[in-house]
């Protein structure tokens, strides 16, 4: 299995309270993705990172920000929870090799409740 | 813009016996990836099987084989011999090769229940 630790592995929080999952590797894996998991809709992106310091957007960012100062960890911030943000996150690693993309490895998740 | 369909919410098979996942894509590249994913209720996200869109020839891994239907843009998932550890969510996603920034687009999955 894949080095890849979350945490923490559950949490619940008040709406207005800032919230931080962090995402650990050990596998020195270039890139790394914070997914949220919602029922009827699957796996979406919310941010991603290709490199330390280098993210960027994924489809459902508005209300997170991240950080990855350094290659093993990627961390994942909720400013102001909202009830809205209630979900499982899912970080997950890749690495891509003379140009062939390798798939990608999760986490084991951690589920956010907002109450 | 790429899309990812599963149309099947939920499938049900007795243990032993053959079930087939669909999933279709929409995109214009020629060259991509198609990934099956299992998520049991752990809620581990676990590589099933990939794709090479330029390789003809059908993946298979032990009881999982895929008919990847290019012209049809269809990547089924058939699971033979379905065991009662194969309950579990599946998904198909799809990736663009080429630039390492691009990203899986995921179908909303299927839930695969196992009769004993």
């Known amino acids: 299995d894949a080095g890849i630790t979350q945490s923490p592995r559950h949490k619940v929080t008040e709406t207005g309270t800032p919230v931080t999952l962090r995402c650990h590797q050990t596998?020195?894996?270039?890139?790394m993705y914070w997914y949220r998991q919602d029922p009827g809709h699957g796996l979406r992106l919310i941010h991603y990172?290709?490199?330390?310091?280098?993210?960027d957007k994924g489809e459902v960012s508005d209300g997170y920000s991240v950080s990855r100062s350094k290659t093993e960890d990627f961390l994942l911030t909720l400013e102001s929870a909202t009830s809205s943000q209630t979900s499982v996150y899912f970080c997950?690693?890749?690495?891509?090799?003379?140009?062939?993309?390798?798939?990608?490895?999760f986490g084991p998740g951690t589920r956010l409740t907002v109450l | 813009a790429q899309t990812v369909t599963q149309s099947q919410p939920e499938m049900s098979v007795q243990e032993a016996e053959t079930v087939t996942l669909s999933c279709t894509y929409d995109?214009?590249?020629?060259?991509?990836?198609l990934f099956w994913y299992k998520q049991p209720p752990s809620r581990q996200m676990i590589l099933v099987i990939r794709?090479?869109?330029?390789k003809q020839q059908n993946a298979t891994e032990n009881r999982f084989s895929v008919n990847f239907q290019k012209a049809a843009k269809s990547f089924s998932l058939k699971i033979s011999d379905s065991q009662l550890g194969d309950a579990a969510m599946y998904f198909c996603?799809?990736?663009?090769?080429?630039?390492?920034?691009?990203?899986?687009?995921w179908g909303a999955g299927t839930k695969l229940i196992i009769k004993p």
């Open positions: 996603a799809y990736r663009r090769r080429g630039n390492s920034n691009y990203q899986l687009i």
């Open positions: 995109t214009s590249e020629s060259d991509y990836y």
């Open positions: 794709q090479e869109a330029y």
């Open positions: 596998e020195n894996h270039r890139y």
């Open positions: 990172s290709y490199g330390v310091k280098d993210t």
């Open positions: 997950a690693i890749s690495e891509s090799i003379a140009g062939v993309y390798n798939e990608q490895f």
